[in-house]
């Protein structure tokens, strides 16, 4: 049984920082990408940041500069740090990954709970 676990999320001053991470835990063959997603009340889902196996990351515009997602590969752990936060940042961070089984499975998508993130102006 694969699982994803977000933690770090919290309130925070505009103009402040946070740091989100998240571990994939179970029996794990391979992961492929990894990123985070957002979602606030009454918006759709949306790709905040994303990176490859090899480390190559994908930002939407709107946080281009301000947030930047690594990841530990022999830990099954992507990491999001936000910086300049801004309260139009404020929803719930979902972590998804891309995970192998085992050897003969597929890539199957992964999603942990989320955690908030709320800026205040």
């Known amino acids: 049984q694969v699982q994803l676990v977000e933690s770090g999320g919290g309130l925070v001053q505009a103009g402040g920082s946070l740091r989100l991470s998240c571990a994939a835990s179970g029996s794990i063959f391979r992961s492929d990408a990894m990123g985070w997603y957002r979602q606030a009340p009454g918006n759709q889902r949306e790709l905040v940041a994303s990176?490859?196996?090899?480390?190559?990351?994908n930002y939407a515009d709107s946080v281009k500069g301000r947030l930047i997602i690594s990841r530990d590969n022999a830990k099954d752990m992507v990491y999001l740090q936000m910086n300049s936060l801004k309260p139009e940042d404020t929803a719930v961070y979902l972590c998804?990954?891309?995970?192998?089984?085992?050897?003969?499975?597929?890539?199957?998508?992964?999603w942990g709970q989320g955690t908030q993130v709320t800026v205040s102006s």
């Open positions: 990176i490859t196996s090899g480390g190559s990351t």
């Open positions: 998804n990954a891309r995970l192998k089984v085992h050897f003969y499975s597929g890539f199957t998508d992964y």
